[in-house]
C-alpha cells in the first residue's frame, strides 16, 4: 500500500514539474514574441516618416507606398498571442511589410535626390538598426518555440500539454519571395 500511495505521489510530483515546465516554456515563447512586437511597433512607426519623405520625391511609385501603407495597418493589429493561427498570420503580415519596406529602399537607389536626402539617409539608417534588432529578436523567439514545441510534442507532455491548454506554436519564417536567390543584375540596371 505504502508503495502504491509512494508511486502516485512520485507520479503527481513528475506531472507537476513537467506542467511547470510547459508553462514557462510557453511563457518564454511569449516573451520572445513579445520582444518581436517591440521592434515591429518601432519599425512600424518610422515607416509613416520614410513614406512622407520618399512621397515628396517618389511620385512613379505611389501604389507601393500605398501598399506600404495598407500593410502597416494590418501589422499593428491585434492579434491572440496564444492562439497560433493568430501568431502566424501576424507574422506573415510583418513579413509582407518587411518585403515591401525593402522593395522601397530599392526604389530610392533610382532617386538620386531622396538618396542624398539627410532626413532619409537618417531614417534609413535607423530602419536597418531596427530591422537588425528585429532580426536577433526572430532568432530568440524560433528558439523559444523550438522548446516549447519540443516540449510539447514528446510524451508525457503531449498529454499534460493538451490538459493545461498549451499548443504548439509557429516559427516565424521568411516567406518564399525572401528565400529566392537574390539576381545582382536586377540591381544593377
Known amino acids: 500500500m505504502e508503495g502504491i500511495l509512494l508511486g502516485l505521489g512520485l507520479l ?3 506531472g507537476y514539474l513537467w506542467y511547470v515546465s510547459l508553462i514557462k516554456k510557453r511563457n518564454t515563447g511569449r516573451e520572445a ?3 518581436i512586437d517591440v521592434q515591429l511597433k518601432k519599425r512600424s512607426n518610422l515607416v509613416p516618416n520614410i513614406l512622407k519623405i520618399a512621397q515628396k520625391y517618389m511620385e512613379h511609385e505611389k501604389s507601393l507606398l500605398t501598399e506600404i501603407t495598407e500593410l502597416r495597418t494590418l501589422a499593428t493589429k491585434g492579434y491572440d498571442d496564444v492562439d497560433p493561427d493568430s501568431v502566424k498570420q501576424h507574422l506573415q503580415v510583418s513579413e509582407k511589410l518587411n518585403q515591401k519596406m525593402s522593395q522601397l529602399m530599392v526604389s530610392v537607389e533610382n532617386y ?5 536626402d539627410n532626413t532619409m539617409l537618417q531614417a534609413m539608417q535607423t530602419y536597418n538598426e ?3 534588432q528585429l532580426a536577433a529578436a526572430r532568432r530568440f523567439y524560433n528558439s523559444a518555440v523550438s522548446e516549447l514545441n519540443t516540449a510539447v510534442e514528446i510524451f508525457p507532455g503531449s498529454i499534460i500539454a493538451s490538459m493545461a491548454k498549451v499548443k504548439v506554436m509557429p516559427f516565424y519564417e521568411a516567406d518564399e ?8 543584375a536586377d540591381f544593377l540596371k
Do not use: Q
Request: hydrophobic content about 55%; cysteine-free; glycine content about 4%.
Open 130 to 132: 531596427v530591422e537588425a
Open 33 to 35: 514574441l513579445s520582444g
Open 177 to 184: 519571395a525572401a528565400k529566392a536567390p537574390v539576381d545582382a
Open 12 to 14: 503527481i510530483i513528475v
Open 112 to 116: 538620386p535626390e531622396l538618396k542624398s
